[in-house]
């Protein structure tokens, strides 16, 4: 596949998740939209970031375990920068959680996690 037609399905397919992402933000449609993104393995890490940045991270965590086909190197960077919000917004000795700064995948990550 020559890098211009991936880079039109790349185009295409986040055209095409837009409007199903943008069904998490109703309440009537939520649960359709969640179902939809599970069952069709539609993970996107932009759209997953973008929620957490808007302060929706119940949300996107619930999608976080959703697969995706194929996986580039925009995603990994994507998934990232994921790890790092979620390491900002989240009170893990509230959860009791206890990350180990050796397995976290960001210099972020490891810093916060040697200060719990």
């Known amino acids: 596949m020559s890098k211009?037609?991936?880079?039109?399905?790349?185009i295409s397919l986040s055209r095409t998740l837009e409007p199903v992402y943008k069904a998490l933000?109703?309440?009537t449609t939520r649960n359709?939209?969640?179902n939809l993104i599970k069952s069709h393995q539609l993970f996107d890490?932009?759209?997953v970031l973008k929620l957490i940045s808007e302060?929706?991270?119940?949300?996107?965590?619930?999608i976080l375990?959703?697969?995706?086909a194929y996986y580039d190197k925009f995603d990994l960077n994507d998934m990232e920068a994921i790890i790092d919000a979620l390491a900002d917004r989240l009170d893990f000795g509230r959860v009791g959680i206890t990350p180990d700064p050796i397995k976290?995948?960001?210099a972020k990550g490891k810093e916060l996690a040697s200060h719990l």
């Open 55 to 62: 302060g929706r991270v119940s949300m996107a965590i619930e």
């Open 65 to 68: 375990n959703v697969e995706k």
């Open 32 to 34: 359709q939209a969640i």
């Open 45 to 47: 890490p932009k759209s």
């Open 25 to 27: 933000y109703h309440e």
């Open 4 to 10: 211009k037609s991936k880079n039109r399905k790349s």
């Open 104 to 106: 976290m995948a960001t």
